[in-house]
């Protein structure tokens, strides 16, 4: 059974889950809930996110992974995902965030991309379809590995 819990705040969705990804996840990493009835049939085992046209992985809410800085949370076990609402996430090495970029989740890793190409008068859901979708709301200039940057994320599909 999942847990859902709410946030404190109308635009906050955290919900619970279990690591499922076969390592250990820390603050900001972008994860997925696995709708694969293979994987768990609760719907309740976050995953690096798979980004399958088609697939039920369309469906499954993105989040990012809500912890204390320098804790690590071992595969198997509990883990809070921010589906929605400001939370730090992963970005990528030598990448700078602008304030009100365009940020989203990307299949097989971690951590956000950054779309310096996207019209933000014209932003297209469908063209991020199943992806986490996020705006910075605090730049960087220059990106390290392993640098959080700070969003407004939505998870929802």
Known sequence: MSDFMFGGSALTLDISAVNGTGAAVKRGDVLQISLKNSDTPDGHKAVVPVLDNGGPSQLAPMGVVIAPEGLEIADGDGVILRVMGRCDVLGTASTAYAVDGIVYGTTGQKYIANDTTINTSSYVQAAFGGR??????????????????????????
């Open 132 to 157: 986490l979708r996020g705006v910075v709301l605090t730049g960087t200039s220059t990106g390290t590995a392993g640098e959080l940057v700070d969003c407004w994320v939505s998870g929802l599909p």
